[in-house]
């Protein structure tokens, strides 16, 4: 298993940079009109006014340092900006109006046992004193997983490309005999809903038992690559097996947004971005 480290502005870094004293939170409570981000986006802004998180284009990030500055000593305030702001000197380009939470001395501790939950792939909340009509609970969710399964250098590209965009991934590859066996389940393998299940095999006699291991698992995707031919020998196999039917629609197959990819590292990149389009689906704010 590769563990990669989060992105700084990764849907969890703000809130895991806001466990450090001194470290203020910004948090968006409200939007009206259309924004880049979404509801419940955070900042988090460092002693030294360095920044963790993403909001905007970097214009709305140094407000914010600077309010959190001025908040300093005072406490927790909500301020409007953009369309309905008194700040008449800062405006938004893309005409909306924000309303964020800007906390100076955000609940430490608060924060710590959200960042131990997701640690430990569970979903975690952080209460906002926002006021009434905002958003008043932030929660989250465990990033994103793969587990991949198969051979050659599909299996390389999609693990390198997951890699690289900071996501963790797990390889068990066909000629490793440590790793997988014909006609066995993956061991020690922890599949949760924010996990998703990729088979990469040209060999498909291996993936009945990993697609019915798959099946029994809360995964929020499972996928497996191969031709009509393959697909329709892959189904009627776990028919026979007792798969039922509604079971067999959580596989997705042929896999990937590209139809036909030809290529290695096109078929990971149109994985990729399926499986990351299903999981944006899954976050609790839109």
Same mark, same amino acid.
């Given at each position: ?8 502005? *990764? =849907? $969890?870094?703000?809130? $895991? ?11 968006? #409570? ?15 802004? &460092? ?15 140094? @407000? ?13 305030? +909500? ?18 109006? /924000? ?8 609940? &430490?501790?608060?924060? $710590?046992?959200? #960042? ?10 952080? *209460? ?9 609970? $932030?929660?989250?969710?465990? !990033?994103?997983?793969?587990? /991949? ?8 590209? /999609? ?11 797990? %390889?068990?590859?066909?000629? =490793?005999?440590? %790793?997988?066996?014909?006609?066995? %389940? ?10 998703? #299940?990729?088979?990469?095999? &040209?060999?498909?006699?291996?993936? @009945? ?8 698992? !809360? ?5 497996? @690559? ?16 007792? +798969? ?26 149109? +994985? ?12 609790? &704010?839109?």
């Amino acid at each position: 298993m590769t563990a990669q480290r989060p992105s700084r502005s *990764d =849907d $969890r870094a703000a809130l $895991r940079a806001a466990c450090e004293p001194g470290t203020g939170l910004c948090t968006i #409570v409200g939007i009206e009109g259309s924004f880049s981000r979404r509801l419940g986006a955070q900042l988090a802004v &460092h002693p030294d006014g360095g920044i963790t998180g993403s909001l905007a284009d970097g214009c709305l990030e140094k @407000q914010l340092a600077s309010e959190i500055e001025r908040a300093r000593g005072q406490g927790a305030v +909500v301020k409007r900006f953009g369309a309905g702001s008194p700040i008449i000197d800062f405006r938004l380009p893309c005409g909306s109006g /924000l309303d964020i939470l800007i906390d100076p001395q955000p609940d &430490h501790r608060a924060c $710590r046992q959200a #960042v131990n939950h997701l640690d430990l792939r569970r979903p975690a909340t952080l *209460d906002l004193d926002a006021g009434q009509g905002l958003l008043r609970e $932030r929660r989250y969710i465990p !990033p994103m997983r793969l587990a /991949l399964f198969g051979e050659g250098p599909e299996l390389e590209e /999609l693990a390198q490309l997951a890699g690289a965009a900071g996501i963790e991934v797990s %390889a068990r590859r066909k000629d =490793d005999p440590s %790793a997988l066996s014909l006609g066995k %389940a993956p061991q020690g393998e922890e599949i949760d809903e924010w996990t998703a #299940v990729i088979l990469l095999f &040209h060999d498909h006699e291996w993936e @009945q038992a990993l697609l019915q291991w798959a099946l029994q698992t !809360p995964a929020f995707h499972i996928g497996a @690559q191969g031709g009509a031919e393959a697909r329709n020998n892959r189904m009627n196999g776990l028919r026979a097996a007792g +798969v039922a039917e509604d079971q067999l629609q959580r596989i997705s197959s042929p896999i990937g947004l590209i139809p036909r990819s030809r290529e290695p590292s096109v078929l990971a990149l149109s +994985v990729l971005a399926q499986v990351v389009g299903e999981y944006e689906a899954l976050h609790p &704010h839109g």
